[in-house]
């Protein structure tokens, strides 16, 4: 069982992000680097050595799940407190048809999408005007890494951006920015993540319409077998779009 492909994207990734640098810098490296390893053909190799059970599937299934805002999270390569790859699936029709909550992140990040077409909407907090919202603090238990809501009361956010981005688009977000991404095409949509940064924040913000959601959510890791299943099938998606680009 080879591990060439694997190999080479921890390399590209640690030549990238591996170190610590200026938050801009790590910015436009990461987008780089997530648009270089989300070529068709290079997502492909990569994706279908995963799914043959290359590196550590055990352990890359346990950091896999489908999120509560919506879409599923593949771990494919985990680089530890320097950087995360992975794959997001969204299913229109099949995962959450709401749109998902405007929020942060704890560490900068980089995207693109591979198939499909994602929209985006950028927020920045408002005296007065824009919407109104209730603010949660998100964590991660200590225990079982479920996600733990904390109610801080009634906010309003003012809107800034709206942008689509195509197959073959990135986009870089400092950490603390306010955003909410969804799919918005008929047609099953594919993005590649890349969360970076040495020093990640233990919370994020969280913005949503209601005032009563739980205190926690439950995160429910796949199983390994789950885990392969669903890069088999993603393999073979990305196999069919490269074979028509």
């Known amino acids: 069982m080879g591990t060439a492909h694997i190999t080479a994207a921890r390399?590209?990734?640690?030549?990238?992000?591996?170190?610590?640098?200026?938050?801009?810098?790590?910015?436009?490296?990461?987008?780089?680097?997530?648009?270089?390893?989300?070529?068709?053909?290079?997502?492909?190799?990569?994706?279908?050595?995963?799914?043959?059970?290359?590196?550590?599937?055990?352990?890359?299934?346990?950091?896999?799940?489908?999120?509560?805002?919506?879409?599923?999270k593949l771990l494919l390569i985990d680089g530890g407190h320097r950087h995360r790859l992975r794959a997001h699936l969204w299913q229109p029709g099949v995962e959450s048809a709401a749109l998902e909550d405007i929020h942060n992140h704890r560490s900068p990040l980089a995207s693109c999408v591979v198939r499909g077409r994602l929209s985006m909407e950028l927020y920045e907090p408002s005296?007065?005007?824009?919407?109104?919202?209730?603010?949660?603090?998100?964590?991660?238990?200590?225990?079982?890494?479920?996600?733990?809501?904390?109610?801080?009361?009634?906010?309003?956010?003012?809107?800034?951006?709206?942008?689509?981005?195509?197959?073959?688009?990135?986009?870089?977000?400092?950490?603390?920015?306010?955003?909410?991404?969804?799919?918005?095409?008929?047609?099953?949509?594919?993005?590649?993540?890349?969360?970076?940064?040495?020093?990640?924040?233990p919370h994020t913000d969280v913005f949503t319409r209601s005032d009563t959601r739980p205190g926690t959510v439950e995160k429910e890791p796949l199983s390994e077998d789950d885990y392969l299943s669903e890069l088999s099938t993603l393999a073979g998606a990305l196999g069919v779009g490269a074979r028509a680009a």
């Not at 070529?39 to 346990?62: F, I, N, Q, W, Y």
């Open 11 to 72: 390399r590209t990734l640690a030549e990238a992000v591996g170190r610590d640098m200026a938050e801009d810098r790590l910015l436009d490296a990461a987008r780089a680097a997530v648009a270089e390893l989300a070529r068709p053909g290079r997502m492909v190799e990569l994706v279908t050595e995963l799914a043959s059970g290359a590196g550590d599937p055990a352990a890359c299934a346990r950091h896999s799940y489908r999120h509560v805002l919506g879409f599923r």
């Open 127 to 201: 005296r007065d005007g824009g919407i109104t919202a209730t603010r949660y603090r998100e964590s991660l238990s200590e225990h079982d890494a479920h996600w733990q809501l904390t109610a801080l009361g009634p906010a309003r956010l003012r809107s800034l951006h709206t942008a689509r981005y195509a197959a073959g688009s990135s986009y870089a977000l400092p950490a603390h920015t306010l955003h909410r991404a969804w799919c918005d095409t008929s047609e099953p949509t594919v993005t590649l993540f890349l969360e970076t940064g040495g020093g990640r924040s």
